[in-house]
């Protein structure tokens, strides 16, 4: 089965890329900064959120989407 999410390294990348705080970046999730931080080490990321992020990279909604 392939992953839910890009890689950690990815996420990462991804977020750096948009010039976000891991709280900034985290927070659309509904996750921490100490837990995207961890994701980011390898901690697993829970499969809501990590669907989320899938979703959220691959461009199939914006950050208003997730706001509402």
Do not use: H
Not at 30 to 56: C, H, I, M
Request: hydrophobic fraction near 40%; aromatic fraction near 10%; avoid cysteine.
């Amino acid at each position: 089965m392939a992953s839910l999410t890009p890689s950690l390294n990815d996420l990462r990348k991804f977020r750096i890329s948009k010039r976000e705080s891991q709280e900034k970046f985290w927070g659309r999730f509904g996750v921490t900064q100490s837990s995207g931080s961890r994701f980011e080490n390898g901690l697993a990321v829970p499969a809501p959120v990590a669907l989320l992020l899938k979703l959220y990279v691959n461009g199939k909604f914006s950050d208003g989407d997730l706001l509402e």
